[in-house]
């Protein structure tokens, strides 16, 4: 699960998404805990190898928690799919947008613009060229 560059270990998220909760947690915790070791070296005076390890583990584990709350969240709407979603599960857009009228709303006509339209249709006119 780790790609090498060069002397530095990155994870593939690609990698990340076919995993199982369990183990995600349990290769966090695993780096939370090589992050540690990292930095005691780090003020005991590691190697400058080490020091730059500190960076590419950080963002390891940045990338582990991105995929398990993005998992998170997928669940979440496929649980509340079929009724009204959560405030923080629904599309973002911007706030003018979210609270324009929808299409139904907007075709919408009052009953006495009904019977105007329905009394008074547009009139044809017959144009000669």
């Known amino acids: ?9 990155k994870i593939k998220v690609h990698e ?3 995993k199982s909760k369990t183990d995600l947690t349990k290769q966090l915790d695993e780096m939370k805990s090589e ?6 070296a ?3 005076g590691g190697a400058a190898s080490k020091l730059s390890k500190i960076k590419v583990v950080r963002k ?10 993005q998992k998170k969240k997928d669940n979440l709407r496929q649980f509340y799919k079929d009724n009204l979603l959560p ?7 911007t706030r003018a ?6 299409k139904k709303e907007k075709s919408l006509k009052t009953l006495k613009q009904m ?3 329905k009394h008074y249709p547009l009139r044809k006119y017959a144009v000669k060229a």
């Open 115 to 117: 019977k105007k339209d």
């Open 87 to 93: 405030l923080d599960l629904r599309k973002k857009k």
């Open 42 to 44: 780090k003020v005991t």
């Open 97 to 102: 947008i979210r609270r324009a009228l929808t």
């Open 35 to 40: 992050l540690a070791s990292l930095r005691v």
């Open 60 to 69: 390891s584990i940045a990338r582990v928690l991105t995929v398990i709350n």
């Open 16 to 18: 990340l998404r076919t």
């Open 1 to 9: 699960f780790f790609a090498r560059h060069g002397d530095k270990m």
